[in-house]
């Protein structure tokens, strides 16, 4: 089993940054790819970010490209996701997914391990 808790979300003003941390215990967490994902009211959940075990391969959706960042440091158990420039769209609530792989998915199907989620909301 791993348990995971999501933190860092809040409210924010369009262009403005927060960083979002999953803290993992449980099974080897060094050993798990990890990935966030995101659901706004009415919407699906959709992939935002994944990273590989080791951190040395990372993955985008196209609508966080380049101001959202990824990040893993293995011997705290924790996964970041650095988001900036954020727009209104980007309010949702975020959440951390673990998998039994090395590598990163962006399929919700292929996690096995999930967060409760934290509300980011932008205003505009």
């Known amino acids: 089993q791993v348990q995971l808790v999501e933190s860092g979300g809040g409210l924010v003003q369009a262009g403005g940054s927060l960083r979002l941390s999953c803290a993992a215990s449980?099974?080897?967490?060094?050993?798990?790819?990890m990935g966030w994902f995101r659901q706004a009211p009415g919407k699906e959940r959709e992939f935002v970010s994944a990273?590989?075990?080791?951190?040395?391969?990372?993955d985008y959706a196209d609508s966080v490209k380049g101001r959202f960042t990824i990040s893993r440091d293995n011997a705290k158990n924790t996964v970041y996701l650095q988001m900036s420039s954020l727009k209104p769209e980007d309010t949702a609530v975020y959440y951390c997914?673990?998998?039994?792989?090395?590598?990163?998915?962006?399929?919700?199907?292929?996690?096995?391990?999930w967060g409760q989620g934290t509300q980011v909301t932008v205003s505009s």
């Open positions: 449980g099974r080897t967490f060094s050993n798990s790819a």
């Open positions: 990273i590989s075990w080791s951190g040395g391969s990372t």
């Open positions: 997914a673990a998998r039994s792989r090395f590598a990163p998915s962006s399929s919700l199907e292929n996690y096995d391990y």
